[in-house]
């Protein structure tokens, strides 16, 4: 007797088929290959857009500074085309407790400083200047902290003891002075020692004070406070007290 097929049995799919189902099921899968590439991929957007974030404030306040200012300000100092960095140079320490020994310049990163250039026998001109690098850290109030006041010797001779009590706040430094006239320089017609110099946290000297600057003189000491208030403030979101 012939026994025909139900449609139950003749809907149960045979060995081939099941093989083909299984067949297609795996070409479908996705490739192994592709995911370490897609994986590695996602990976360096997320650290670029990480590396972005994090510059970000660094970007805003010198973008803010340099280019979007108000075009009724206009700073008292010099602003420095290219802005030179730090150089790769050891200066001797003068003052302080590390006295005698020797530091790499770029160290100096991490604050603002307010730079002076004078011999170590300190003219009356070079007193001017320490005295005036000294008020004006102090009148930043709560802000002095961000600011190192810094004098740079660039001859051999010792420091006048007059000279050493008032300079317990003070960096002394001895750097050589083929360092200094490859970093440094004065206005037309003037030396080093004629002015005050700015170099901000992250080493580059972006500022030349007017030379015989006095802060006697009520206007002259506004203006350049106003210089370094500002640029306080614009770097304030990133530089912080302390190296």
């Known amino acids: 007797m012939t026994v025909e097929n139900s449609p139950a049995t003749s809907a149960v799919p045979t060995v ?3 093989d083909h189902v299984l067949e297609l099921t795996v070409h ?3 490739s192994p290959t592709t995911i370490p590439a897609e994986r590695t991929r996602m990976g ?5 857009l990480v590396l972005l974030i994090c510059a970000s404030p660094v970007i805003a ?3 803010t500074y340099y280019f979007i200012r108000p075009n009724s300000f206009h700073s008292y100092g010099e602003l420095i085309a290219g802005q030179p960095g730090l150089p790769s140079a050891q200066a001797e320490v003068l003052s302080g407790p590390q006295t005698g020994t020797t530091l790499d310049l770029p160290r100096l990163k991490g ?3 307010l730079l002076s250039v004078a011999d170590a026998a300190c003219d009356p001109a070079c007193e001017k200047h320490l005295f005036l690098q000294r008020q004006m850290r102090e009148s930043l109030g709560a802000e002095k902290g961000r600011v190192d006041w810094v004098w740079l010797v660039p001859d051999t001779q ?16 001895r750097v050589k002075p083929e360092v200094l006239q490859t970093w440094l320089a004065p206005a037309a017609e003037h030396r ?4 005050l110099y700015l170099v901000d946290p992250m080493g580059h000297w972006m500022m030349r004070f007017p030379a015989n600057l006095d802060l006697a003189d009520a206007g002259q000491a506004k203006l350049a406070k106003k210089d370094l208030d500002r640029l306080l403030r614009a770097s304030a979101s990133w530089d ?4």
């Open 44 to 48: 360096r957007i997320k650290m670029l």
């Open 158 to 173: 010792a420091l006048p003891e007059r000279l050493k009590p008032a300079l317990t706040e003070a960096t002394v430094l």
């Open 192 to 195: 080093l020692a004629d002015h």
């Open 61 to 63: 306040s010198y973008v």
């Open 28 to 30: 479908n899968l996705p």
């Open 111 to 113: 604050q603002w400083l």
């Open 240 to 243: 912080t007290e302390g190296r």
């Open 16 to 18: 081939q088929d099941q």
